[in-house]
């Protein structure tokens, strides 16, 4: 087998180096020099501007997350009828171990983690992976009880045979339409994740999503419906009184009551439990649960005003859970929008005052409807104006609903400045 690999980031190496190991010729495609560089006294590469003649002396193509189906390195391989996959096809043809792959618009990197952390609590051996930072094909020749998957759009796009033991399609929103062209594009990839499931196996899905609903009609396995607002029929979700009902049973919730980390909680327990994992040990992973950074994170209270940091809400669905989860918002908002509609989340019944950054400052102003809005070119500069015009009881939000990318190099990034720019107003010494 001849396998191209396009696409030379963390994805794309491992499935180099996995497909090398399956005894394949391999040779890796990355529009940047400097990107196959590394990787020339290892296989055979190629960069700059894209030439169809490669395809000439491959019989597959291997994609990374990272380059969209309208490519030209994509769009010639069908045209040629080359069959081109994704990373996680790839890596799941050889795995032995059932996976469980998570999706949706958001939640994904928290439910993965959770779930690994109930398995191994319950005395299983499982991993988390894939779009959360360790690529599938890098573990996949190991021995696991359990593998667990997060899976983006982009990966589901481009699969023939993936088969997940346990699927959970969190929520679908909006998102990524610069990759994908529309809505419907995107959630028919989302809906991929399901796709070669029989009936002996689980379908989570998120009951409070709309377009969840409507993708998982159809469906062969057997569905467990998750909320973060109420327990539906045969599925999972608060009870009300301070409990989370399973299939299996309830266990406490603790503090938990914003609803975007509840349903996080109920589907990563619904997946945890299918697997045999007591009751006691999911509720203790849940006992000890703390959002990952940048997921309302409270850098600090000043004269009343509580200053949280949610950089991760990349898109409008996520920025909106967030203003939705506080009483009276100034919000930080903007960056680099991804062909969405950004007026949802700006206009929030809870938003009181708004403060846009990024490329897309003129666009959140025209969006927005009769609450001020102010403008700002830096982080330092939303931060002053937000201070300016927060009262007692108010939430400083940044939730961007919007990509980093124009002036940072991720999202962590972003609220690392955020954060640094809060504490230097406030005269805080940084934390060592």
């Known amino acids: 087998m001849r396998t191209l690999v396009v696409g030379a980031g963390v994805s794309g190496r491992a499935a180099a180096g996995l ?5 394949d010729d391999v040779m890796v495609f990355d529009r940047l020099p400097e990107a196959v560089a590394p990787l020339a006294l290892e296989y055979p590469t ?20 990272g380059v969209p189906e309208h490519a ?21 043809s050889i795995v032995t171990a059932p996976i469980v792959a998570v999706t949706g618009t958001n939640g994904k990197t928290t439910v993965t983690g959770l779930i690994a952390d109930m398995l191994l609590a319950g005395g299983r051996s499982a991993v988390a992976i894939g779009n959360i930072g360790t690529a599938f ?3 996949a020749q190991d021995e696991w009880d359990v593998v667990v998957v997060e899976v983006s759009s982009f990966q589901l796009r481009f699969i023939d045979r993936f088969h997940p033991r346990v699927a959970v399609l969190l929520n679908i929103a909006e998102d990524h339409l ?5 809505l419907a594009a995107y959630a028919a990839a989302k809906a991929n994740i399901f796709r070669n499931q029989d009936a002996g196996d689980v379908l989570i899905y998120g009951k409070d999503s709309a377009h969840a609903n409507a993708a998982v009609v159809g469906a062969v396995a057997d569905r467990i419906p998750v909320s973060g607002l109420r327990v539906h029929a045969d599925g999972a ?21 914003d609803p975007a980390f509840v349903l996080d909680l109920a589907a990563a327990a619904s997946a945890a439990l299918e697997f045999g994992v007591s009751l006691e040990a999911v509720a203790g992973v849940v006992a000890g649960f703390t959002p990952g950074p940048h997921r309302r994170s409270v850098v600090g209270v000043w004269d009343g005003v509580t200053w949280v940091d949610d950089s991760k809400a990349t898109n409008p669905h996520a920025a909106g859970a967030a203003v939705d989860a506080y009483d009276s918002v100034v919000l930080i908002a903007g960056g680099r929008n991804k062909g969405l509609d950004l007026s949802s989340f700006v206009n929030g019944r809870t938003v009181r005052h708004v403060v846009a950054i990024g490329e897309a400052r003129d666009e959140i102003a025209a969006a927005v409807g009769q609450r001020p809005i102010h403008e700002a070119e830096t ?18 939000l940044l939730a961007p ?19 640094a720019a809060v504490e230097r107003f406030h005269q805080v010494e940084p934390a060592r």
């Open 401 to 419: 609903g919007c990509a980093s990318f124009d002036m940072f190099e991720s999202y962590a990034a972003r609220g690392l400045a955020f954060a």
């Open 237 to 257: 979700g608060p009870d009300g009184r301070g409990g989370l009902v399973t299939r299996h049973g309830t266990i406490p919730l603790g503090e938990w009551r």
């Open 137 to 139: 094909s890098s573990v």
């Open 46 to 65: 190629a960069s700059g501007e894209w030439t169809g003649d490669l395809l000439d002396r491959v019989d597959r193509l291997v994609v990374s997350p």
């Open 19 to 23: 497909a090398r190991d399956l005894g």
């Open 72 to 92: 030209p390195e994509i769009r010639d391989a069908l045209v040629a009828g080359v069959p081109v996959i994704s990373e996680i096809e790839l890596a799941s």
């Open 178 to 182: 610069d990759w994908h062209g529309t």
């Open 379 to 396: 982080m330092e500069g939303a931060v002053e104006v937000a201070a300016r015009v927060a009262e007692h009881g108010d939430t400083v």
